[in-house]
């Protein structure tokens, strides 16, 4: 919560807070709302209003939820002043969700409206993301760190064997057997040892 001049009040107001300094100040308006998105998943989890069953209503609770967080992103972004803003994420729409991450992709099991849901929101998140990957708000390093885990894509470098010409392509290749291998070894052990003396 804040005050007319943007200040947060919130821990002052909290008696469990009483007489401390607040964790957070305005200069810090990205960490308490993210602060806020997660204390709002952990309410929601213990109230049981995170539950959403495999069932029309449940999917229905479960978009409405989604877009929610979205919202919430949104009004927390709304003033451009602001030195940080909120970027929504997998992990961020998990917590504001109230459930885990592992839940996340085993909703994504439920059926084909779920699984489209699923992967159009987090093709919405990637595209944020990559947006501002490349005009370089976030780091580079973290958004590789972030597609990988989170939307499925691989850093990997291929590499492919061919041959240096087409001379070998259909050609006959024979494999030695054991014996074979052994009289290979054998004579060219004789020719190491009589090379030697």
């Not at 919430?72 to 998990?94: F, R, S, T």
């Not at 470098?157 to 291998?181: C, T």
Request: glycine share 6%; with cysteine.
């Amino acid at each position: 919560m804040r005050d007319e001049n943007g200040q947060n009040i919130a821990p002052t107001k909290d008696k469990r807070f009483a007489g401390s300094t607040p964790l957070v100040s305005g200069e810090n308006k990205d960490f308490e709302d993210c602060l806020s998105l997660v204390m709002t998943g952990i309410s929601n989890y213990r109230k049981g209003k995170s539950k959403y069953p495999q069932t029309d209503e449940g999917f229905e609770e479960f978009a409405r939820k989604s877009e929610e967080y979205l919202d919430y992103i949104a009004e927390a972004n709304y003033d451009p002043d602001a030195k940080h803003q909120l970027i929504p994420d997998v992990m961020g729409w998990c917590a504001y969700m109230g459930i885990s991450r592992s839940t996340l992709f085993s909703y994504r099991q439920r059926g084909q409206q779920w699984e489209e849901f699923i992967d159009v929101f987090k093709t919405g998140i990637a595209s944020i993301k990559w947006q501002l990957a490349s005009t370089n708000r976030i780091s580079p390093i973290l958004h590789i760190f972030d597609s990988t885990n989170n939307f499925g894509y691989v850093n990997a470098s291929e590499f492919k064997l061919q041959p240096a010409s087409n001379d070998l392509a259909g050609a006959r290749i024979d494999v030695l057997s054991d014996e074979e291998i052994e009289q290979l070894a054998a004579g060219y052990e004789q020719r190491i040892n009589s090379e030697e003396h």
